[in-house]
């Protein structure tokens, strides 16, 4: 099993331990330590980190795993780790967030399916090896989200449609709704810290610079400083007063970032201070007008909540369809035309060319060589191959039928079989030859086509 060290700047972090891949081992070894700089790996006691997630200004993310629950859940390890020389005011105020986040995560995750869950908060103190004086680590441990944020579903497909838009909007506003009814606004939307699941389901991460404010407006609170240079309102890059229309304004950025695939200072006119972004984009009038109020300088000319965008969304949005499981397997799906593989064309024109042949004898002897004959069995081989297709009838259908017309044709002895070469001899075998003949025929033109198609669609 790899471990990986969360000592910052540790020169070899990452740790193999074999004997950890014996369950009853990993379960009951109390510690284990790096091999380079002797730091403790299994975090108070049960969480193996794996893999570096990520690494930004105040902490590091780690993919680990939870050695005490029975199919050792995945979650996210976030080790406090401040960058830079801060002052002790700098530091405080990021520590602060960090344990905000944590405040935030048990507060709301166990509330809304689209927020990660808490799993643990604690703190580690290690020796450090070069000054010899023991550090303090601070750890948060979160809900595992299995998917991709929509910055790196950019990255992979391209701008955003509209009906995308819509769908992104709709879920986030839902979960801002409920964040901002909650006292609290996250002041850091971006397509980072949105995360879509393999289920499609949206949910909202990172609550590091999350403020808590009163229901009261004079009691609001002012900017910390700590935004995300783009995205954030002018209220809030000037350590002004947070609202959650300021929330809005950056989930507005956030769209037209998706829907345009420009970053957000392509889209600026810092001149006029405004945006300008729909000549990157084909959206309706509705959508523009609504992500236009939301992107306003002014806090008071925005919508003041989710719950008013969510309102003027609705007349103008479709509902994105909801996520259905496929149906389950049918042992024969008769109802749509299907591809068909080699061996299903092979046999289909056997099959055709078998039973072309014994109803051009019948009616021949029925009706003679006239143009009615002639349309009927145009028209009969026109219903089998279609019965074909659509799968009315195929795999061992072909045989029964085959047998069965060969059977009723063969002991209907008083029809005038046309020609001395039916006539003559048995005519079970003479009507075996002349539509075993009719059938090799068929298959040997299915195989031409076949042959000269593969051929073609080289050059395509």
Known sequence: ?????????????????????????????????????????????????????????????????????????????????????????????????????????????????????????????????????????????????DGQTLEEELAQTGKFSESDILIVLKQVLSILDFVHENGSIHRDIKPSNIMRHRNQRLYLLDFGAVKFVTKAVGNLQSSTGIYSTGYAPPEQMAGGQVLPCSDLYALAVTCIVLITNKLPQDLFDSYNNTWKWQGFAQVSSGLAEVLDRMLQYAPADRYQSAAEVLTALAPKSIAPAPVVAPPPPVARRRTSISRFSTIEIMSSALFTGFEAGILAIVLVSLLGTTMISTVFWLALVGILVVAQLWRFIEKIDLLILAVISVLIVGFVRQLNWAGAFVQAGNPFLNLLIVAGLTGLLALAIALLFRLIYKFVSQFL
């Open 1 to 145: 099993m790899q471990i990986h060290c969360t000592r910052p700047g540790c020169a070899r972090p990452i740790n193999h331990f074999p004997d950890l891949d014996d369950p009853n081992i990993l379960k009951s070894v109390p510690q284990k330590f790096c091999t380079h700089c002797g730091m403790a790996l299994i975090l108070a006691g049960r969480y193996l980190p794996s893999k570096l997630l990520g690494q930004g200004g105040f902490g590091a993310a780690y993919l680990g795993r939870d050695r005490y629950t029975p199919k050792l859940r995945q979650c996210v390890i976030k080790q406090f780790q401040p960058s830079g020389n801060l002052n002790p005011t700098q530091l405080k105020i990021a520590q602060d967030l960090f344990e905000r986040e944590a405040e935030v995560l048990e507060q709301l995750g166990r509330e809304h399916p689209q927020i990660p869950d808490l799993f643990a908060f604690f703190e580690l103190t290690a020796p450090n090896v070069q000054t010899r004086q023991e550090t303090k680590f601070f750890y948060l441990v979160q809900e595992y989200i």
